[in-house]
């Protein structure tokens, strides 16, 4: 009995030693692809083909980790090499090599791939339609989409995402995104920022206010597409609700109060995120000195300088590009200057910066050796580059240089001139009294004449005395804006130097009867570290003494300076 009962004995060990060690190896293969993705992600990729070599047992997922982690790390050819080596493959490694594909832009190939795989899932077609929303195929990738079995929840958001990309698609984006019979968080997002980017503000806040489970995510796209608007309660009311605020929540509203000309509140909104302990970066940076420069805040800048260094973004690009405007519209046109030399490869908007730097200071004989400069390394200029200089024959006087740079950008460069383009060729022929000439401008324009071009014509019309041009001017731009106070009041000045008191009469009994009120000019002045603002005649401010103890400052020297400068170049 004994006797029998040991080869079954030996029989159960040796099954307990074999299904043991088949754990053990199913074990160190499940760990080792996990430390091949490990090394993928953290881009050491031969780390993990070394792992892959010595293993000396491989299942198909470790194939398809590593065939992922090439193709991930911009590896396409030695992803398809390992692919082609494959033992065996499941659907994971063909949906992999065709994403490699898409992610490279290599389109043609993962078709390739798509019709040869043995099994397909959505997933396989998911990464085409992707990759060909993304390029701005719609009808190609909309072909995909109708030839798959079944289209899922990422098929949809996928093509609803790519319509909303190319123009004019917006329409449709919306009418697939309602027929969706399934969205999850994603597709809400994806149609709310793709309404955003198309400026339809007021149509992504409905899609959001349904949206049946909000996110930061989809808040934050809201107050990207409230700061457009200029919308900036709005848009604090939402960011109040984040619960958790990432560095992107942060940048959007600090960016937009900067651009809609609250630097003040961007600024302290700033310091806030400081507090909090988040890390700023270059966004944040480009935000800062935005709001510097629309305060004209020479200190904050200064102070944000600092902190740029520290943080170590002061070789930055786009932050060194925002600080050399934020010196411009201080006055230092020289920290300008000194920021752009520091600039190892300057991009378009480098050059662009410093040449409108020079230009908002009427220095065009810089503005231009700088687009000279720009031309000689190659750099193309575009639009905004003619712009600028434009500006600066503007501000300089320079009427014959205005009409030979309007030729070198559409004659040699091939750039469609803009309205802003002819405005300035006006505004450079209306400064210099050749009304004629602008009006001439004006007529052959391959567009209809906006209010600000007409506006450089009705201002021209106030210093050179004409009164005629003045009240066709007029009459185009309240045409245009029929509450523009400023040509009211600019073709009432016009009357009054020309002395006919009863048309100045009969205008300001217009604006009264047609409720258009003259905008109040406000100033500021920065006392310490806060900026104040107010009105001319205004005695309310709190610090109205400290007010004016510093513009009496800034007027006795300026008087001081004023004398120096005739002593040294009298007239």
């Known amino acids: 009995m004994l006797t029998s009962l040991v080869p079954t004995f030996w029989r159960q060990r040796h099954s307990f030693f074999v299904l043991a060690t088949l754990f053990s190896s199913t074990r160190d293969v499940y760990h080792a692809n996990l430390d091949i993705v490990a090394l993928s992600r953290a881009g050491k990729v031969d780390a993990a083909r070394k792992l892959f070599d010595e293993m000396a047992t491989k299942d198909v997922v470790t194939w398809n980790s590593m ?55 959505a997933a396989s077609y998911n990464a085409i339609i992707s990759g060909l929303a993304r390029c701005g195929r719609m009808k190609d990738a909309q072909r995909l989409f109708e030839a798959m079995p079944c289209p899922n929840v990422v098929s949809y958001t996928a093509m609803v995402d790519g319509y909303a990309r190319v123009e004019g698609g917006i329409g449709r984006a919306r009418a697939l995104f309602e027929a969706m019979p399934r969205r999850n968080s994603v597709s809400w997002v994806v149609m709310i920022n793709g309404l955003v980017e198309n400026g339809l503000c007021e149509e992504a806040w409905e899609v959001f206010v349904r949206m049946p489970q909000k996110n930061d995510v989809a808040r934050t796209a809201m107050i990207t597409g409230f700061c457009k608007e200029g919308r900036m309660e709005d848009a604090r009311d939402l960011f109040q609700e984040i619960r958790c605020r990432d560095l992107v929540s942060w940048n959007i509203i600090m960016t937009g109060y900067a651009q809609n000309g609250r630097g003040e509140e961007a600024l302290n909104l700033f310091s806030q995120m400081i507090r909090t302990g988040m890390q700023p970066d270059d966004l944040t940076f480009v935000s800062v000195f935005i709001a510097c420069a629309s305060l004209a805040s020479l200190e904050e800048g200064s102070k944000a300088h600092a902190l740029l260094i520290k943080h170590g973004f002061d070789s930055d690009l786009s932050v060194c590009n925002a600080l050399i405007t934020v010196h411009s519209k201080c006055g230092g046109i020289v920290d300008s ?30 503005a231009r050796s700088y687009f000279d400069q720009m031309v000689t390394v190659s750099v193309q200029p575009d639009g905004i580059t003619f712009l600028s200089l434009l500006s600066a024959c503007c501000r300089a006087g320079k009427v014959n240089e205005s009409m030979n740079l309007f030729s070198l ?8 001139p803009r309205s802003e383009h ?23 324009m391959p567009f209809k004449a906006d209010s600000s071009i007409w506006g450089a014509v009705l ?12 009240e066709l001017a007029a009459r185009r731009i309240l045409n245009l804006d029929p509450f523009n106070s400023g040509a009211y009041v600019m073709l009432s000045n016009i009357y009054a130097a020309a002395g006919k008191w009863k048309d100045v009469h009969r205008i300001r009994v217009l604006m009264k009867e047609q409720g258009v009120k003259k905008q109040t000019a406000y100033s500021w002045l920065q006392i310490g570290n806060k900026t104040h603002y107010f009105v001319g005649g205004d005695p309310s401010h709190p610090n109205i003494n400290d007010i004016h103890v510093a513009l009496r400052r800034i007027t006795l020297h300026m008087k001081v300076k004023g004398r120096s400068l005739q002593k040294a170049d009298p007239i």
């Open 459 to 470: 201002a021209a019309c106030s210093v050179h005395l004409n009164v005629e041009l003045g």
């Open 409 to 416: 950008m559409v004659d040699n460069y091939g750039i469609p």
């Open 422 to 444: 002819y405005a300035c060729l006006v505004d450079v022929m209306s400064r210099a009294g050749q009304l004629q000439r602008a009006c001439k401008i004006i007529n052959e």
């Open 337 to 366: 200057e000194l920021v752009f030399g520091q600039i190892s490869h300057p991009d378009l908007v480098s050059w662009n910066t410093i040449i409108a730097a020079f230009a908002q200071h009427g220095l065009y004989d810089k």
């Open 67 to 121: 065939l992922s982690a090439y193709w991930q790390n911009g590896l396409l050819q030695r992803s398809k090499a390992l692919f082609h080596s494959m033992p065996l493959r499941n659907v994971v490694s063909w949906n992999s090599i065709i994403a490699a594909c898409v992610q490279n832009d290599n389109l043609q190939d993962a078709f390739r791939y798509l019709a040869a795989a043995p099994e397909k899932n």
